[in-house]
């Protein structure tokens, strides 16, 4: 009997070993995913070109924003600062080396649907000068407000 009982307690040690182990094991290839997309965002951020935009308003934006062209994915926002002689934001992005921009490329800030996220839109012109690498995009369009405008809305209908 008593040797039942220790096979038991054995077997529940065992099993608790191997589940404290798996756990060990994924909290470590979470690490190891994290650092490896950090190292590939490095990585493209090494093959890329990087822009600036000065924006009225960068309302939804932050580090890490999708940077799209015609839907498609093709940079980041790699930095966000305030401009303290024009107390305008600036926006840096990185898009993909092989993807080259007119002079005239307009940047706007969009989102997905009412309540999505924001990202950076590039709608290009029809220049045939191209922007290099560390030029700043002209043309812009922060982000709007959409409270703000249903309440000015809802004020000019009152009146």
Do not use: C, H, W
């Not at 940077?67 to 980041?76: E, Q």
């Not at 305030?82 to 490329?105: F, H, R």
Request: glycine letters at 8%; a negative charge.
């Amino acid at each position: 009997m008593k040797a039942g009982l220790q096979m038991n307690k054995e077997r529940e040690n065992k099993t608790l070993e191997i589940i404290i182990g798996s756990l060990i094991i994924i909290i470590a290839l979470i690490f190891f995913i994290f650092g490896l997309s950090n190292y590939l965002n490095d990585k493209i951020k090494n093959n890329s070109s990087k822009y600036f935009a000065e924006f009225s308003s960068s309302d939804g934006i932050m580090v890490g924003s999708d940077v799209r062209l015609a839907g498609v994915k093709i940079g980041t926002v790699t930095d966000l600062r305030l401009n303290k002689d024009t107390y305008m934001a600036v926006v840096e992005i990185s898009v993909e080396q092989d993807v080259l921009l007119p002079e005239d490329t307009e940047a706007n800030i969009s989102s997905n649907g009412l309540l999505g996220e924001k990202y950076v839109s590039l709608n290009v012109g029809g220049s045939d000068i191209m922007l290099e690498d560390g030029d700043n995009l002209i043309y812009t369009q922060g982000s709007v407000d959409l409270l703000n405008l249903i309440l000015k809305f809802a004020n000019d209908f009152k009146k």
